[in-house]
């Protein structure tokens, strides 16, 4: 009920609980009133010359357990939830539940991680207990997304190679896992212009990436609107920025949502995207989050600090305002 702005139908729910537990009462006693119709008990309707309707009341141990019913119904509206937004006098929620439980869990884990604290990403990713544990957390939460081999697929970041949206270090992941990153590309083609812009833009991307058959002649013409517009965010040289999540032009292998050709290049200028990776801060606990870290980090993608290409972002939805064949962001910090 607390998704209502409005009272009203918190009272509405109310009044139709209470009304139809009294209504069942009030239909149990009218039809336990026995009036006698005629001489031989019967209603007086005979179906198949012989097959009459007595009026006899309903069994005792029916009306009793009907009773109980209507009690238990009452007694229950009074403890728990269930009378518009009432909490009930035990305050209990599902949501509440759900916390103890997992209060519980962890508490019943904690030793088992015990193991692991003190240690570095590197050490736990070269720990076999702590990698163990570490697929189990991918496999029942990433691996959705990212696949069981976590080398994703159109529209989520294989997390195998080297390819990192928002930085592959250690704190970056962690950062990402602990934190959700948003990445948007807003739609381009007003900004660019014409769509002949809109053209020459996606030849200079393709030639910066690699891509056959760019026209050289409006690539030339593309690159001064590239360099105007789409660089604030994917850099002079395309090379992308990993402050903002924006993506590398030049390298198509890490473009996640779709192939590498004009038309798609096209597509994201014309449309645009916005990518979540979603926050799991509060679901893990920092234990479970350091071992999910090494798991990712070691999948074989992940960067030392020092070798960094760029200073891991902090978790605030990232802007790519450049045109792009890849998106700013999607489901994780690649």
């Known amino acids: 009920m607390s998704d209502f702005t409005s009272s009203f139908w918190a009272i509405y729910v109310a009044v139709i609980v209470v009304l ?12 336990g009133r026995v009036e006698v119709m005629s001489k031989d008990n019967s209603t007086g309707h005979v179906w198949d010359e012989n097959l009459s309707e007595l009026n006899n009341p309903m069994p005792r141990w029916w009306v009793i357990m009907f009773v109980l019913t209507c009690a238990f119904g009452a007694i229950y509206f009074v403890l728990y939830p269930g009378v518009g937004s009432y909490q009930g006098v035990l305050k209990w929620s599902s949501t509440g539940q759900f916390e103890q439980e997992m209060q519980e869990g962890n508490a019943q884990i904690e030793p088992i991680y015990a193991a692991f604290a ?6 736990l990713a070269q720990d076999p207990q702590a990698m163990a544990i570490g697929d189990r957390l991918f496999m029942n939460n990433c691996a959705q997304c990212h696949g069981s081999d976590a080398k994703g697929a159109v529209g989520f970041p294989n997390l195998t190679d080297t390819d990192w949206r928002w930085g592959g270090t250690p704190d970056a992941i962690h950062e990402t896992i602990v934190n959700g990153r948003t990445g948007i590309m807003p739609p381009q083609a007003e900004v660019l212009g014409t769509p002949d812009d809109v053209e020459n833009v996606a030849n200079y991307v393709m030639g910066v990436a690699g891509i056959a058959g760019s026209d050289p002649v409006r690539a030339a013409t593309g690159e001064a609107k590239f360099k105007m517009i789409c660089a604030a965010c994917h850099g002079p040289d395309g090379k992308g920025n990993q402050l903002l999540g924006a993506a590398d032009l030049t390298d198509p292998k890490g473009w996640v949502l779709g192939p590498a050709t004009k038309e798609h290049i096209v597509s994201q200028i014309n449309t645009g995207k916005t990518g979540v990776m979603p926050a799991w801060g509060k679901k893990f606990t920092p234990a479970q989050l350091n071992v999910l870290t090494a798991f990712v980090w070691g999948k074989g993608g992940g960067q030392e600090a020092a ?3 760029a200073p891991a972002a902090p978790a605030a939805p990232a802007v790519e305002a450049a045109s792009t064949a890849a998106p700013a962001a999607e489901e994780t910090n690649k």
Do not use: D, E, I
């Not at 003190?118 to 050490?123: A, C, M, N, P, R």
């Open 307 to 309: 070798a960094a290409a």
């Open 20 to 31: 139809g537990v009294l209504f069942n009462l009030w239909l149990l006693l009218a039809s």
């Open 118 to 123: 003190g240690k570095t990403t590197q050490q």
